[in-house]
T-cell receptor, first 116, second 115 residues
Framework: AQKITQTQPGMFVQEKEAVTLDCTYD???????LFWYKQPSSGEMIFLIY??????QNATEGRYSLNFQKARKSANLVISASQLGDSAMYFC?????????????FGKGTLLTVNP | ETGVTQTPRHLVMGMTNKKSLKCEQH?????MYWYKQSAKKPLELMFV???????ENNSVPSRFSPECPNSSHLFLHLHTLQPEDSALYLC??????????????FGSGTRLTVV
């Protein structure tokens, strides 16, 4: 079974509007972390936002917020006021466990296109 | 500049060639990783090194051979590759106590084409 599921291969949004990118995860570990990365056409993966499994509040970083619904095992990324530069691939990832666990498991990604 | 530098950016090699990918970071990170990114597939973890010691080999074929001479440098030696090995190879690094909050710092990748 996939640990990270991103069901939207592609999404379109108008400039200045908000968009939600979906991510569901599967783990039995009570301690985990969820990440979102952006990958422009240049190839590098850029860290956007992090949510810990024990965090009480949804994470926010500027125009990015994470809609964390623990019971539903979803961690959707919300981008407000979309900009043309937001056009990229977006990946959801999960770290299971704590301590010295250094592995991240990634979803297949969602290609976001922002239209002018 | 991401802090993790990968060279070369692009590589075309024949199936009988031997080549190496290089990754370098001067962020003081202790862990380094190789990931393979193929079209329409999730990123696949290949190898993990922590303080120069290999801690993970994710059933990678022996035609891929990693080397980590120190915590700042990571290589991926390639030989007798197959066309299906064509992909973007991403290097990443992390610092133990920060990884939980910030995940990895990635390089820009090497786009490998096997002909």
């Amino acid at each position: 079974a996939q640990k990270i599921t991103q069901t939207q291969p592609g999404m379109f949004v108008q400039e200045k509007e908000a968009v939600t990118l979906d991510c569901t995860y599967d783990t039995s570990d009570p301690s985990y972390g969820l990440f979102w990365y952006k990958q422009p056409s240049s190839g590098e993966m850029i860290f956007l936002i992090y949510q810990g499994s024990y965090d009480q509040q949804n994470a926010t970083e500027g125009r990015y917020s994470l809609n964390f619904q623990k019971a539903r095992k979803s961690a959707n990324l919300v981008i407000s006021a979309s900009q043309l530069g937001d056009s990229a691939m977006y990946f959801c990832a999960m770290r299971e466990g704590g301590g010295s666990n250094y592995k991240l498991t990634f979803g297949k990604g969602t290609l976001l296109t922002v239209n002018p | 500049e991401t802090g993790v530098t990968q060279t070369p950016r692009h590589l075309v090699m024949g199936m009988t060639n031997k080549k190496s990918l290089k990754c370098e970071q001067h962020l003081g990170h202790n862990a380094m990783y190789w990931y393979k990114q193929s079209a329409k597939k999730p990123l696949e973890l290949m190898f993990v090194y922590n303080f120069k010691e290999q801690t993970e080999n994710n059933s990678v074929p022996s035609r891929f051979s990693p080397e980590c001479p120190n915590s700042s440098h990571l290589f991926l030696h390639l030989h007798t590759l197959q066309p299906e090995d064509s992909a973007l190879y991403l290097c990443a690094s992390s610092l133990g106590r920060e990884m939980a909050l910030y995940g990895y710092t990635f390089g820009s990748g090497t786009r490998l084409t096997v002909v």
